[in-house]
């Protein structure tokens, strides 16, 4: 049986950009995805396609059981959308904002008010609460946006980078609504480009690149497909990394990243311990100076990096609001 969220061979082109170019995805219920994917992989555009705002080329797709190309309006009422960037109304203040989304989704009046004042304090809103959403800053829009989307507590939810731009606290404030959400029975969709985010949040993964899914599996089965541990090495002088470099490809099972801002070299390795006693002599006999050194298991970037061949792009928050403007752009051209 097809999961809550399910989708089979989704084609979205834009002219001469294919967006998608055959996506699959199957989520069973009461679980999380993390869909994993650099600038302009395609995120977005399934979200897009998954929620109903946009009609998909070809391909399938159900939400809820539901067809998003043939009921759109029913899905609609089964599901909730955080977007990438965050729609709130401006002149209202964040309460009212709340309870305007509520009272859309038809709720008694007291319930949205109360509901609103939970979701207030769980995203750390409480003290602004009562001021026009226009004085909000960026990270706190974010929040509001976010509680928005959970007013309703709809079985299926869609979060498009629910995270960028929130600090450490907030970050984690989210994470445990999330993991609060999830135990009750919604499944999520959720995209990043934090990929300790994917690991730590998603039951499953799925890496896309360029509108195709490269790979997926749980956080463990991709850190296994690029192998076991890695030694790390900061040298202490930029004139040292090549010698430290033909070690490490000696001692090493595959290619030595370099770093040569940060000094720092990567190489897989096997045998654990004891090879980082060999790396260390071998490094001293060359009389190459080590900053620091260890053994590290692979992080989901190195998954990233030996799929695409390049590191995840991870958008800084001083580029919202150009990125907002042309995602407003974007929203028009549909
Ligand atoms: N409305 C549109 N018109 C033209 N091209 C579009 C439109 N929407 C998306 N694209 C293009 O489709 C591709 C996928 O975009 P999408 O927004 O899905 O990426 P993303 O994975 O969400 O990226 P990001 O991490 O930057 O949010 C990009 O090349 C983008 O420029
Ligand atoms: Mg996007």
Redesign the pocket.
């Known amino acids: 049986m097809p999961g809550a969220i399910y989708a089979e061979g989704l084609v979205k082109n ?2 001469d ?1 294919r ?1 998608l170019d055959g996506v699959d995805l199957d989520v069973p219920e009461g679980t999380v995805l993390g869909l994993l ?9 399934s979200v897009r396609v998954l929620t109903t705002l946009l009609q998909a080329d070809s391909g399938y797709a159900e939400v809820a059981g539901i067809d998003v190309a043939k009921h759109p309006n029913e899905v609609r009422r089964s599901i909730g959308l955080s977007g ?1 960037f965050a729609a709130v109304d401006e002149y209202l203040t964040g309460r009212e904002n709340l309870q305007m989304v509520g009272q859309l989704y038809q709720m008694p009046k007291a319930a949205a008010k109360q509901r609103a004042g939970e979701l207030l304090e769980q995203f750390n809103l409480a003290d602004a609460a009562d001021r026009p959403a226009k004085t909000y800053s960026g990270g706190m829009r974010r929040r509001l946006d976010l509680a928005a989307a959970l007013i309703v507590k709809p079985p299926v939810m869609f979060m498009d ?1 629910p995270t960028t731009g929130l600090d450490p606290r907030n970050r984690q404030a989210l994470w445990e609504v999330i993991q609060d959400l999830v135990k009750g029975g919604t499944t999520l969709l959720l ?1 990043t ?1 934090y990929l300790e985010e994917a690991d730590h949040l998603a039951h499953d993964i799925c890496v896309i690149d360029h509108g195709r899914v490269i790979a997926r599996g749980t956080a463990d089965q991709l850190k296994a497909q690029t192998g076991g541990e890695r030694v790390e090495v900061v040298v202490h002088q930029r004139d040292q990394i090549e010698s430290a470099r033909d070690v490490l490809a000696v001692l090493g099972k595959g290619e030595v990243a370099v770093d040569d801002h940060t000094r720092k070299l990567t190489v897989p390795v096997l045998g654990g311990a004891k090879l980082l006693a060999d790396v260390i002599r071998d490094l001293d006999e060359r009389g190459v100076e080590i900053d620091d050194i260890g053994l590290r298991r692979p992080t989901l970037d190195d998954v990233f990096i030996s799929l695409t061949g390049h590191e995840a792009e991870v ?1 800084e928050p001083e580029d919202e609001a150009a990125a907002a403007a042309a995602a407003g752009k ?1 929203e028009t ?2």
């Open positions: 834009f002219g950009v967006a994917g650099p600038n302009g992989a395609g995120k977005t555009t990438q980078e995209t480009q958008s974007k051209a549909k």
